[in-house]
C-alpha cells in the first residue's frame, strides 16, 4: 500500500508539474492558471485519498477556493492577477500545513501568519527527503547509487548550462540543438521552471500522503497576558461611546439641514460629501481594534455586573460604528455622484462593507460573553469572500456604464479617467459610444485606437475579458494611433465645467479618489 502511495504521489506530482511547465511558462494569463490550480488542488486531494483513505473538510474547503479565485486569471485584464496569485499561495499553502485537521472550525486566523514562511520550509524539505528516498525502492545497491547520482548531477548539470551558456558559444550552441529536440520547452528556463513546480507539488502531495494527524504551528507563550483594569476600560469606551454618539447625532441633524447650511462654514455639500469616508473608516477600524485589545486585556477578577456594563458599551460601541459606516458609505455614493464613479472608490465601498460584516461578527461574539478564536477566522472569511466576489465581477464595465448613465443626464463625462481602466471596460465604452458627450468622444476614440488587440493566443491563453474586448475592437473602425508624445486634446485633459478630474490629486481624500 505504501509503493502504491508513494507512485501516485510521485505520478500526480509529475503530470502536474509538467503540465504548469508547459501551459504557464512565458504564456499570458487566461485559463491555464485556473486550469493549474485545479490540477494542483486535486494532486493534493489524490494523494491524500490513496494514502489516507479520506479527505478532510478543511482541504476541501481551501483548494476549491483557491480554485474559484484561480478562475479570475480567465474573466479579468486588470491589474489583480499578483493579489490572485498571492491569495491562492496563501490558501493552498493553508491547506499544506493543517492537512489531517479533520473540523473547518479548528482552522484560526493565526495560521495565517505561519504560512509565508511555514508552508514553504515543510514542502521544500519534504520534497528533499522524498527524492533523497526515492531510489531506497531499488533493490541493487549499486543501481541505487546510480539513481541518487543522477538525482544529484542532473540539477547541477541544468543550472550550470543556465548560467555558462551566455558566456561560452559551444555551450550556447549545444542548448540550442537540444532545444530544437524539444521545440515546445525552452531549455533550460523551463526544465528549472518545472522542477521548481514538481518541488512544490511533490513536497506537498508527500506531505498529505505521511502526514496523518494535524501538526499545526505552536505559538510561544509570553508567559504573562497584559491586563487593563476596569476603570481604565470604562473610561475608554464611554469616551469613545460619547464621541461617536455626538457624531451620530449630528449625522442625524443632517438629513434635515446640511452642514454647509447648518453651520455657515461657505463648504459645499459637494465638498461636504467627498471629505470624510477615509477617515470614517479609519475611525471604525481603530475603535473596533480597541475594542478587541480590552476584551483580551480584561480582568479575570472582573464580576458579572462589570463584564455586562462593558458588554453593554461595546455593543453600543459597535451599534455606532455601523452607522459611522454607513454615514461614511452614503458620503461615497454623494461623491460618485458629484464626481463619477472609480475603482478606488468601489473599493472603497467593499472595505466598508467588509468592515460592516465583522462588526456584526464582533456583536455576536460581545453577546455571547466573550471573544473567542473563530472571530479572527469569520473576518478572513469575510474578507476573502468580498474578494471573491470583485475578482469574479467586473467592476470595471459596471463603473463605465455608470459614468456613462451620469454623462446621458448631467453631460458630464471624464474621459481621461477611461486611460487608467483595463480591456475589461472596452466592450462597454465601445457599445455605448455615441452616449458619450461629443466634446468626450474623440478622445475616447483615441485611446480605443491606441488599444493593441491581442492576437493569436493558444486555447490555454483565452481571456474572456482580452477576447470580448478583441471583438468590440475589431467592430469599430477605430483611428489610427497618435505618436509617442503627441499633445492630448483639448477636451481629454481640460474636465468638463463643474466636474472634479477623477485622476486628479487635487482630491482632498486621496484614500478613497
Same mark, same amino acid.
Given at each position: 500500500m505504501r509503493s502504491t502511495a508513494s507512485a501516485v504521489t510521485w505520478t500526480a506530482a509529475l503530470l502536474t508539474s509538467a503540465l504548469g511547465a508547459a501551459i504557464l511558462f512565458g504564456a499570458d494569463p487566461g485559463i491555464n492558471w485556473p486550469i493549474w490550480v485545479a490540477a494542483a488542488s486535486v494532486s493534493l486531494i489524490v494523494s491524500r485519498l490513496v494514502a489516507v483513505g479520506r479527505v478532510e473538510t478543511p482541504l476541501l474547503v481551501l483548494t476549491a477556493w483557491a480554485t474559484v479565485l484561480s478562475v479570475g486569471f480567465a474573466l479579468t485584464d486588470n491589474e489583480v492577477y499578483a493579489l490572485i496569485v498571492a491569495s491562492d499561495a496563501m490558501l493552498l499553502g493553508l491547506a499544506t500545513i493543517t492537512l489531517g485537521t479533520e473540523k473547518w472550525s479548528d482552522l484560526s486566523a493565526k495560521l495565517l501568519v505561519a504560512v509565508p514562511f511555514l508552508a514553504p520550509f515543510r514542502v521544500a524539505t519534504t520534497s528533499a527527503r522524498e527524492v533523497a528516498d526515492a531510489p531506497n525502492s531499488v533493490s541493487s545497491p549499486r543501481s541505487r547509487s546510480i539513481i541518487k547520482g543522477a538525482l544529484l548531477s542532473v540539477p547541477l548539470v541544468i543550472v550550470l548550462v543556465a548560467l555558462l551558456g551566455s558566456a561560452d558559444p559551444v555551450i550556447r550552441w549545444s542548448a540550442d540543438r537540444l532545444t530544437a529536440w524539444l521545440p515546445d520547452w525552452s531549455f533550460p528556463p523551463r526544465m528549472?521552471?518545472?522542477?521548481?513546480?514538481?518541488?512544490?507539488?511533490?513536497?506537498?502531495?508527500?506531505?498529505?500522503?505521511?502526514?496523518?494527524?494535524?501538526?499545526?504551528?505552536?505559538?510561544?507563550?509570553?508567559? !504573562?497576558?497584559?491586563?487593563?483594569?476596569?476603570?481604565?476600560?470604562?473610561?475608554?469606551?464611554?469616551?469613545?461611546?460619547? !464621541?461617536?454618539? &455626538?457624531?451620530? =447625532? &449630528? *449625522?442625524?441633524?443632517?438629513?434635515?439641514?446640511?452642514?454647509?447650511?447648518? !453651520?455657515?462654514?461657505?463648504?459645499?455639500?459637494?465638498?461636504?460629501?467627498?471629505?470624510?469616508?477615509?477617515?470614517?473608516?479609519?475611525?471604525?477600524?481603530?475603535?473596533?481594534?480597541?475594542?478587541?485589545? =480590552? #476584551?483580551?486585556t480584561?480582568?479575570?477578577?472582573?464580576?458579572?455586573?462589570? *463584564?455586562?456594563?462593558?458588554?453593554?458599551?461595546?455593543?453600543?460601541?459597535?451599534?455606532?460604528? #455601523?452607522?459611522?459606516?454607513?454615514?461614511?458609505?452614503?458620503?461615497?455614493?454623494?461623491?460618485?455622484?458629484?464626481?463619477?464613479?472609480?475603482?478606488?472608490?468601489?473599493?472603497?465601498?467593499?472595505?466598508?462593507?467588509?468592515?460592516?460584516?465583522?462588526?456584526?461578527?464582533?456583536?455576536?461574539?460581545?453577546?455571547?460573553?466573550?471573544? $473567542?478564536?473563530?472571530?479572527?477566522?469569520?473576518?478572513?472569511?469575510?474578507?476573502?469572500g468580498a474578494f471573491t466576489v470583485l475578482i469574479l465581477w467586473n467592476f470595471e464595465a459596471w463603473i463605465a456604464n455608470r459614468n456613462i448613465d451620469r454623462a446621458v443626464t448631467t453631460g458630464k463625462f471624464d474621459a481621461r479617467y477611461t486611460r487608467q481602466l483595463s480591456r475589461d471596460a472596452v466592450p462597454t465604452l465601445v457599445a455605448r459610444l455615441t452616449e458619450i458627450p461629443v466634446a468626450q468622444?474623440?478622445?475616447?476614440?483615441?485611446?480605443?485606437? @491606441?488599444?493593441?488587440?491581442?492576437?493569436?493566443?493558444?486555447?490555454? #491563453?483565452?481571456?474572456?475579458?482580452?477576447?470580448?474586448? %478583441?471583438?468590440?475592437?475589431?467592430?469599430?473602425?477605430?483611428?489610427? @494611433?497618435?505618436?509617442?508624445?503627441?499633445?492630448?486634446?483639448?477636451? %481629454?485633459?481640460?474636465?468638463?465645467?463643474?466636474?472634479?478630474? *477623477?485622476? $486628479?490629486?487635487?482630491?482632498?481624500?486621496?484614500?478613497?479618489?
Open positions: 528549472l521552471f518545472f522542477a521548481f513546480l514538481l518541488t512544490l507539488t511533490l513536497g506537498a502531495n508527500s506531505i498529505a500522503r505521511l502526514q496523518l494527524a494535524p501538526k499545526l504551528p505552536q505559538y510561544p507563550d509570553i508567559g !504573562v497576558t497584559p491586563r487593563v483594569g476596569l476603570t481604565e476600560q470604562r473610561m475608554v469606551l464611554w469616551s469613545a461611546a460619547a !464621541v461617536l454618539w &455626538l457624531f451620530v =447625532l &449630528l *449625522q442625524a441633524s443632517y438629513l434635515i439641514h446640511p452642514p454647509p447650511a447648518a !453651520v455657515g462654514t461657505g463648504v459645499t455639500f459637494a465638498d461636504f460629501a467627498r471629505r470624510g469616508f477615509g477617515e470614517l473608516s479609519f475611525a471604525a477600524t481603530l475603535v473596533g481594534a480597541i475594542i478587541l485589545v =480590552l #476584551e483580551y480584561r480582568p479575570a477578577d472582573a464580576t458579572e455586573r462589570d *463584564q455586562v456594563l462593558l458588554r453593554r458599551l461595546e455593543l453600543a460601541l459597535v451599534i455606532a460604528l #455601523e452607522i459611522v459606516l454607513i454615514s461614511a458609505f452614503r458620503r461615497v455614493i454623494l461623491y460618485e455622484q458629484a464626481y463619477g464613479y472609480t475603482t478606488a472608490r468601489v473599493f472603497a465601498q467593499a472595505y466598508m462593507i467588509v468592515m460592516a460584516l465583522s462588526l456584526a461578527a464582533l456583536a455576536l461574539e460581545i453577546t455571547r460573553g466573550r471573544v $473567542s478564536v473563530s472571530f479572527g477566522r469569520r473576518v478572513a472569511e469575510i474578507a476573502l468622444r474623440d478622445s475616447i476614440m483615441i485611446r480605443l485606437g @491606441c488599444t493593441k488587440l491581442a492576437g493569436d493566443r493558444s486555447w490555454f #491563453e483565452w481571456n474572456r475579458s482580452v477576447a470580448a474586448a %478583441d471583438r468590440a475592437l475589431r467592430s469599430l473602425e477605430r483611428p489610427p @494611433c497618435p505618436p509617442r508624445g503627441y499633445p492630448q486634446l483639448k477636451a %481629454d485633459s481640460v474636465a468638463t465645467p463643474g466636474v472634479a478630474p *477623477q485622476s $486628479s490629486a487635487s482630491a482632498p481624500n486621496k484614500a478613497a479618489n
